[in-house]
């Protein structure tokens, strides 16, 4: 199956959060369908990676806090996403100001264990 170029408004999912998020792309001049195109170096937390509903991660402060507090009974708290590198591994061919576009089988990880991935390209444009 192809990989898809991934657009503004595509859906994320985190492997510790409890809902979707939309992906925020950083405004660029290229576009698929009149929507633009992301690039491995969208991964700014708050920016372009919005919150995934509450996170269920014990490796997360807040949680391993209110989980302790409730005697050890697992409690999430609100997902503040935490990612320190690019998306991986983005298209083999396609480059937009030196960087690779963000294609659908890519993953980048949150501080708290969470694998982010996405959910849905937002277009059916094939990285190829």
Do not use: R, Y
Request: charged letters at 15%.
């Amino acid at each position: 199956m192809a990989k898809k170029l991934v657009v503004h408004g595509a859906k994320l999912k985190c492997t510790q959060g409890t809902s979707e998020s939309s992906f925020v792309v950083t405004p660029n001049i290229a576009d698929a369908k009149d929507k633009p195109m992301a690039t491995v170096m969208d991964f700014v937390p708050m920016k372009n990676i919005l919150p995934f509903g509450m996170c269920n991660s014990p490796a997360n402060p807040q949680v391993a806090a209110a989980t302790a507090a409730a005697m050890g009974v697992l409690t999430p708290q609100p997902c503040i996403p935490v990612v320190t590198a690019p998306w991986s591994p983005g298209s083999a061919v396609a480059q937009m100001n030196g960087n690779k576009l963000l294609t659908d089988d890519s993953t980048c990880q949150c501080q708290w264990t969470g694998q982010i991935s996405i959910a849905d390209a937002g277009t059916d444009v094939d990285s190829d």
